[in-house]
């Protein structure tokens, strides 16, 4: 037993000792991140996380720290964060990627020492570092005086740098197409260490190529974020351009932390003029309209390819200064229209997020509607004339009786591929034509059926009437016009006009004021909308009286449309007003005009409404605001 105790240890031993080699050699296989600030930076997000997704795909680790360097306040905890890393991580990474360079800056003596052969790729690199560490965290930024290229830094070391330059000069161009006014920027930043760098290039390259520009740095801590926001509200997108670049800030005594977590959404919202960037935020979301720069996402392929060069060979790129990608004009085309910016002066070269469709994509259905109506009553029209032209010839020769037959079957086929409220006044309008045509009606009957084809002419022309109207509306392009207006008058016209509109036996009144009233406002719409009120009450009202009015209230008028009809059942109220709303589909009707009604009261700054019970009648009213005149 005293021999095979120690045989069987160091049996085991030596059965572990390739699993410790192997272990050893896997420990060695990962990557380590080094964010200078945090990973949830949105300037940074992407990039890492398409780092953290693409190698161990490839059998490499990736692990990631965050340095925290905004929060270091002395020398003392520079070192607390170099032991921790010293302690985490007692096997070298296979390469190192510094998320800026505060982060090489901060871990520098691990590469004198125990990382000294470690590939390192500092990303977001800006050409110059500070001489020394403890002026990074003083704050002691003098171009001039602290400040040294990064290539003097880290040179010794094995460094490769990808760095994001800041398109200054092309993104103030592109801020002047979009803003010609302009006569000062407003850069939004914090106290951290990139952006006071940050503001000391914009001032200086305002100051070189545009000496007509006023700087305003609004910075944290000098501004809490409340004021921040505060200030927002007083410039005008005429003659001020904003630039968000960073607000690193913890809130202040009483200050809400809302605001500070989602201060970047609140500055579009506070801003009157279009917020713009000068590195790539994200535009998706529409809380900036952005500017020139590299986008994260081209700036996250450059960092894998480049860390997959330095991989295969840690020596291939050392000493080199390469830029992360090819910088483009971005728009958001959504956020410029929302702070009042002409789509005129939108850059033609950018590419836009949140484009609108063109005119053609955003109307093709409502374009080839109008098409094919049109091409189907000039159709019908044509086959009328030719049909009238073949009667005449007495239908005698076989040739032109196969051309009227088989211009009875296209009117047939052309019919049967129309809508049901298309294809109803049609047939009427068609069918009566005939009989007169043929001269087979009596001539008491004539009067009756041009009666009818008038009817059904009208119902035609009104469903036209609201293809147009509704196309107007999406393109934003109702037109209005003004003119002084005899309300009472006009009332009158409407009765003349309804008189023998209702069904028999329903009494048509009118109330008016005693003192006519006399306004300036659109008369063509307000008849447009007491027209589709009164149509409708004649429609649905069988018995009783339908009465139209106005009466006068707090800054304007009201009209009014009531009957006795059917009424509207309470669960319907709700979408009387939506677009193809319809809630008999035995009366005749598309289901579009209470919605155009509804949009031209909008447009007229006014309110529309409708009071219903079911068989008890309705009421449909609207009021506009204006100025009422009695004379």
């Known amino acids: 037993m005293k021999i095979t105790g120690p045989l069987n240890i160091l049996f085991l031993l030596l059965m572990c000792c390739p699993a410790w080699s192997v272990q050893e050699k896997a420990a060695q296989d990962y990557i380590l991140l080094l964010h200078s600030i945090n990973f949830n930076e949105s300037w940074t997000h992407e990039p890492c996380e398409k780092i953290r997704t693409l190698f161990p795909l490839e059998g490499i680790e990736v692990k990631g720290e965050e340095l925290q360097i905004p929060a270091i306040s002395d020398t003392a905890q520079i070192f607390e964060r170099i032991q921790y890393l010293r302690e985490q991580y007692p096997t070298p990474p296979k390469a190192v990627v510094c998320i800026g360079d505060p982060a090489w800056l901060v871990v520098r003596p691990l590469f004198d020492k125990e990382w000294k052969d470690v590939p390192t790729l500092i990303s977001y690199s800006r050409g110059m570092m500070p001489r020394n560490i403890k002026d990074m965290v003083d704050r002691k930024l003098d171009p001039k005086k602290a400040m040294i290229p990064t290539a003097a830094v880290t040179k010794g070391y094995k460094v490769t740098t990808l760095s994001q330059p800041l398109y200054v000069r092309e993104t103030v161009e592109t801020m002047l197409k979009i803003q010609p006014g302009l006569k000062k920027i407003v850069f939004i930043s914090d106290n951290r260490y990139i952006s006071i760098v940050t503001g000391q290039e914009l001032q200086s390259i305002l100051k070189q190529a545009f000496p007509t520009l006023r700087l305003e740095m609004l910075t944290w801590p000098e501004l809490s974020t409340e004021n921040l926001l505060d200030r927002l509200t007083t410039y005008s997108n005429k003659d001020a351009g904003i630039i968000y670049y960073s607000w690193y800030a913890t809130p202040q005594k009483e200050e809400s932390h809302y605001l500070v977590d989602n201060v970047q959404k609140m500055t579009n919202s506070f801003s009157n003029p279009p917020v713009f960037l000068i590195s790539d935020r994200g535009l998706k979301n529409g809380s900036f309209a952005g500017g020139h720069y590299i986008s994260t996402e081209d700036f996250g392929d450059a960092i894998v390819s480049t860390l997959k060069e330095i991989l295969k060979d840690k020596d291939a790129l050392v000493g080199r200064d390469l830029v992360g990608g090819t910088p483009k004009t971005y728009l958001n085309y959504q956020h410029l229209y929302a702070h009042g910016i002409d789509p005129s002066f939108y850059p033609k070269n950018a590419i836009y997020f949140d484009e609108p469709p063109t005119f053609l ?82 001539e008491e009957d004539r009067e009756e059926f041009c009666k009818i084809i008038e009817t059904n002419n009208e119902l035609l022309l009104q469903l036209i009437n609201d293809i147009l109207d509704l196309s107007k509306i999406e393109a934003g392009k109702l037109d209005f016009t003004y003119s002084d207006i005899d309300v009472s008058a006009l009332f009158n ?32 719409r307000l008849m447009q909308i007491l027209t589709n009120f009164l149509t409708n009450a004649c429609k649905f009202t069988f018995k009783g009286s339908i009465t139209m009015g106005y009466e006068e209230t707090d800054g304007g008028l009201r009209f009014y449309v009531t009957d006795t009809g059917k009424g509207i059942a309470e669960e319907n109220i709700p979408h009387v007003f939506k677009r193809f709303a319809k809630f008999d589909a035995f009366i005749q009707g598309t289901g579009l005009g209470l919605s155009i009604c509804q949009t031209i009261i909008e447009c007229l700054k006014g309110e529309i409404g409708v009071e219903s019970e079911e068989g008890a009648g309705s009421t449909f009213w609207f009021t506009i605001p204006c100025e009422v005149k009695k004379e």
Do not use: W
Request: hydrophobic residues 40%; proline residues 5%; charged residues 30%.
């Open 361 to 442: 994509e955003k109307y093709k259905i409502a374009i080839l509607c109008g098409i094919v109506i049109l091409f189907l009553l000039a159709s019908i029209a044509a086959l009328r004339i030719r049909l009238l032209i073949l009667k005449q010839k007495r239908k005698k020769e076989l040739l032109e009786k196969e051309k009227i037959e088989e211009s009875d079957r296209l009117k047939t086929a052309f019919l049967a591929n129309m809508s049901h409220e298309i294809r109803t006044p049609l047939n009427a309008i068609v069918g009566f034509s005939n009989l007169i045509a043929q001269g087979e009606c009596p």
């Open 493 to 524: 016209h409407l009765m003349q006009v309804f008189s023998d509109k209702p069904q028999p036996g329903v009494e048509l009144k009118c109330d008016l004021p005693d003192k006519p009233c006399f306004i300036h406002s659109e008369k063509n």
